[in-house]
């Protein structure tokens, strides 16, 4: 069955990095996505990465994939105030384009900026 | 674009009431979907559609009925509502390729009583 974990909570001091980490239980993933919520609003895709990578780096996001335990995980370098949010790990087992059967999504974590 | 939108933005409803909450797109994207989202849940799947006229369930597809009649629109409809459903609803659309990027809308929340 599909499974997808992620710990509520994360909290760093402004200026770290974030870690934030995710399992998956389903070996057919085809992609793994990290979104982005703000309050109150709906969610804005972060970044993906393909299950046969396993790095992927945009500016200040890095997405770790490890496909032996199925983990991965997004590093948030020099974290800032706008980045509090709950960010959602979610995978897609389809190979069909689009993610037509819909995505398997975490329970997100909430990133808590300190000053 | 306009993207995805959804109306209304809030929802109060008595149990056994009808409703439906209305997903459209601009993108020609041919797959559509709703998800509800609940505290400590995450977001679940209640339907999916790949086109007009092809609609499928999704992990909690009880209590709801879809269907697409046009490619833009997506609405999703609560025949007797339950408190079990308030709830904040996202629509979301993809295209037919590519890196699946959903798309979400600003979401509906939902409140039955």
């Known amino acids: 069955g599909e499974d997808v974990e992620q710990s509520l909570f994360l909290s760093v001091r402004e200026g770290d990095s974030s870690v934030i980490n995710c399992t998956y239980t389903?070996?057919?993933?085809?992609?793994l996505y990290w979104y982005k919520q703000e309050p109150g609003a709906g969610l804005q895709l972060l970044t993906y990465?393909?299950?046969?990578?396993d790095m992927k780096q945009d500016q200040r996001l890095t997405v770790l994939l490890n496909k032996k335990d199925k983990h991965l995980s997004l590093r948030i370098a020099d974290t800032q105030t706008g980045d509090s949010a709950i960010y959602f790990c979610?995978?897609?087992?389809?190979?069909?384009?689009?993610?037509?059967?819909?995505?398997?999504f975490g329970k997100g974590t909430h990133l808590i900026i300190q000053p | 674009n306009a993207g995805v939108t959804q109306t209304p933005k809030f929802q109060v409803l008595k149990t056994g009431q009808s409703m439906t909450l209305q997903c459209a797109q601009d993108?020609?994207?041919?797959?559509m979907s709703w998800y509800r989202q609940d505290p400590g849940m995450g977001l679940r799947l209640i339907h999916y559609?790949?086109?007009?006229?092809?609609?499928d369930q999704g992990e909690v597809p009880n209590g709801y009925n879809v269907s697409r009649s046009t490619t833009e629109d997506f609405p999703l409809r609560l025949l007797s509502a339950a408190p079990s459903q308030t709830s904040v609803y996202f629509c979301?659309?993809?295209?037919?390729?590519?890196?699946?990027?959903?798309?979400f809308g600003p979401g509906t929340r939902l409140t039955v009583l």
């Open positions: 559609s790949v086109g007009a006229g092809i609609t």
């Open positions: 993108m020609n994207h041919e797959y």
């Open positions: 389903d070996s057919s993933s085809t992609y």
């Open positions: 990465i393909f299950s046969n990578m």
């Open positions: 979301a659309s993809s295209r037919t390729s590519g890196n699946n990027e959903q798309f």
């Open positions: 979610a995978e897609s087992i389809s190979d069909r384009g689009g993610g037509a059967d819909g995505l398997t």
